[in-house]
Structure formats: structure tokens, C-alpha cells
């Protein structure tokens, strides 16, 4: 059962990220659109947007000379 959670967060997260770079084929957004629940895309979808706020920040910091 557990497995089977792992997968669909894991599935949850690839198609987030492939959303994020604009990348998704039409079928496969289909198909996630069926699958995927709401509630795991928004949450996945919220984290993704800190951790990609917080990598842009880091980058940053450590390029310019502060």
C-alpha cells in the first residue's frame, strides 16, 4: 500500500515538473488529469515553487558579492 502512495506522489511530482517547463504532451496531460487527485498536484505544486524560490535566492546570493 505504501508503494502504491510513494508511486502516485512520485507521478504527482514528475508531472508537476514537466508542467513547470512547459514540456507536458497532450496525452500525457490527459491521462493525469484522470489519475492525478487535486489536492496532491496543488500541494506538490507548492512545494516545487519554495524549493525552485529558494534555489533561485541561493543562486543568486552565491553569484553576486554581498
Not at 517547463?21 to 491521462?31: E, K, Q, S, W, Y
Not at 487527485?37 to 535566492?57: N, T
Request: aromatic residues 10%.
Amino acid at each position: 500500500m505504501s508503494s502504491l502512495i510513494a508511486r502516485s506522489w512520485i507521478h504527482t511530482l514528475k508531472a508537476v515538473v514537466w508542467s513547470f517547463l512547459g514540456l507536458r504532451a497532450r496525452g500525457d496531460f490527459d491521462r493525469d488529469v484522470k489519475q492525478l487527485k487535486p489536492l496532491q498536484v496543488i500541494a506538490v505544486g507548492l512545494v516545487a515553487v519554495f524549493v525552485f524560490v529558494g534555489a533561485l535566492a541561493v543562486l543568486v546570493h552565491w553569484i553576486v558579492p554581498g
